[in-house]
């Protein structure tokens, strides 16, 4: 059964700083690890999408980082700002089990200006 | 293009009632998700159809069941409603499943 981590489960940080957030797996068989980020009382909004056969990928000041041989990806957010205070959860979805995302409890993240 | 529309955003009913949940996809998704989200357990999964068929189901009592239309359109239905189902339902739908999910605003359901 694919257990998914996250860590930590809340960081503050002033206002310009890069934020690391991380998330470790059990069962390196993925087809899909997704980050989103969620606000409070709103749905998920997807940031990142890694594909079992890639690294990385990039989104302006997001990065995030996949090796599935450590079970561990990590997602950096260059430059922080507030608008970027929000809940991170990382979603992995394993080979046999199409369609289904196994959950991190998240990381909430607070930017102060 | 539309994004993932869940209707309605929120519920209140009473223990013993049943309720119904609807998603539209995104236009051209084939594949429909549904997560069940709380303070205490987090995003839990509940099932998954693809093409009107069920591919996948989570560990969720009989009185969650769900189904997919054949224009994509997902809806979930609770019956005999205990207070443990309050919660945000989240729906996500994917072109193909390697397309990543987009999810939905979700429905705020609260039973007292």
């Known amino acids: 059964k694919q257990e998914v981590t996250q860590i930590p489960a809340a960081l503050s940080v002033p206002e310009g700083e890069n934020l690391v957030l991380n998330c470790s797996f059990t069962?390196?068989?993925?087809?899909?690890l997704q980050w989103f980020r969620q606000d409070p009382g709103k749905g998920l909004t997807s940031l990142l999408l890694i594909q079992s056969s890639q690294r990385e990928q990039t989104s302006g000041r997001l990065n995030a980082s996949l090796d599935k041989s450590s079970g561990r990806s990590t997602l950096y957010i260059a430059a922080s700002q507030p608008g970027d205070s929000a809940t991170y959860l990382c979603a992995v979805e394993t080979t046999d089990s199409w369609g289904k995302f196994q959950f991190g409890a998240g990381t909430q993240v607070v930017v102060t200006p | 293009k539309a994004g993932v529309t869940q209707t309605p955003r929120y519920l209140i009913k009473t223990r013993g009632q049943q309720v119904t949940l609807s998603c539209s996809p995104i236009?051209?998704?084939?594949?429909v998700s549904w997560y069940q989200q709380t303070p205490g357990q987090g995003l839990q999964f509940l099932f998954e159809y693809f093409s009107e068929t069920q591919r996948n189901k989570g560990n969720f009592p009989g009185r969650f069941s769900g189904r997919q239309f054949s224009n994509s359109r997902s809806e979930m239905n609770v019956s005999t409603l205990e207070l443990g189902d309050s919660a945000l339902y989240l729906c996500a739908s994917s072109l193909a499943g390697n397309n990543g999910y987009t999810f939905g605003s979700g429905t705020r359901l609260t039973v007292v």
């Open positions: 236009s051209g998704h084939r594949s």
């Open positions: 069962d390196s068989a993925i087809y899909n």
